[in-house]
């Protein structure tokens, strides 16, 4: 490996802002090279990241081939992430790969193939979990506190949030809201539990918001995904997950998380919308407060909130770096994320058919 960390980005769009932004951020990194497949495009991305000397490139193929490279962020869109993350590791290159990790589930196994025969790393972008507060989550869970934990409830919603570009289209983003933001709430209680096995998803999808004139004047007619869908999902261990996520609806927020268990209970509000967009639909969470009895009382204690001004996006491609130059694993390994990747593709599936589906994980 060269003295510092030779990056290339596949895909430059909105969000290769962010991980240009934080690879700049590192004395160990440069980045190297971009491509895109809109002609002029990486060039003219390069030239505003005040990377002149970094190569542009209008396929990821060419790219790979004719440059020396340790790592990637791929940040292309939805259904190409699978293609540009097995071009990547068969070049030998560890992978940073934006969410969700695919769009269907032969995708997701392509990708667990190609790493395993790699040897190198792919890394699952949800910079959630950098959040002080999303840490301490996961530690009251899985310290016993709440003892069997058998139902949780969690929802990320904006009020009016809906985008447009590739976010809208099948061809390029298969799904919508679900596979958007849906993906950063599913992986808050699943990260939270350690990850159970998902068994079975009933669920509906609606597109009420991004099909209408009235609330979607620009785009209605080429929208094609989902604005709305709620599932039911049962877990290994006996554990309920009760899901909601949309990008456009009449309320402000889809509630706090829930997580019940038979000693205790934890609540995670949800932030005060600050406007129109509103809601927990980025993973970012309100006060904490933990519910139970003490000496034949029923108590409720706050947990103190944890006020940061954590740069998780950075920390995000901080630690992927690192995995990489200390030969680490994941951070976000797809071994955890492939029961996400799972959960979306059931929910799919069961508003599909309109009734409960079985998941399969497939064994790679």
Known sequence: MAEKLRIGII???????????SYKML??????????????????FLDKQDLPHAKAFEDAETMLKEMELDAVSVCTYNQTHAECTVAALEAGCHVLLEKPMTVTMEQAVQILKAEKKSGKIVTVGFQPRYDPNMIKIREIVQSGELGKIYYVQVGGGRRRGMPGGTFISKETAGVGALADIGCYALDMPLNALGYPKPLTVSASAYDYFGKSPVYNPQNYQRFEVDDFAVAFIRLEGGITLDFRTSWAMHMDTMGATLFLGDKAGLKVASPHPESAWGGAWDGTVGPLTLYHDKFGLLVETPIPYIQNNVDRFFEK?????DAVVNNRPAPIPTSQIIYNQAILCGIMESARLGREVEVAIPEV
């Open 11 to 21: 895909g430059t769009g909105g969000i290769a802002r962010g991980h240009a932004r």
């Open 27 to 44: 004395d160990n990194v440069e980045i190297v090279a971009g491509a895109d497949i809109v002609p002029g495009k990486a060039r003219d």
């Open 317 to 321: 491609v901080k630690d992927f770096v």
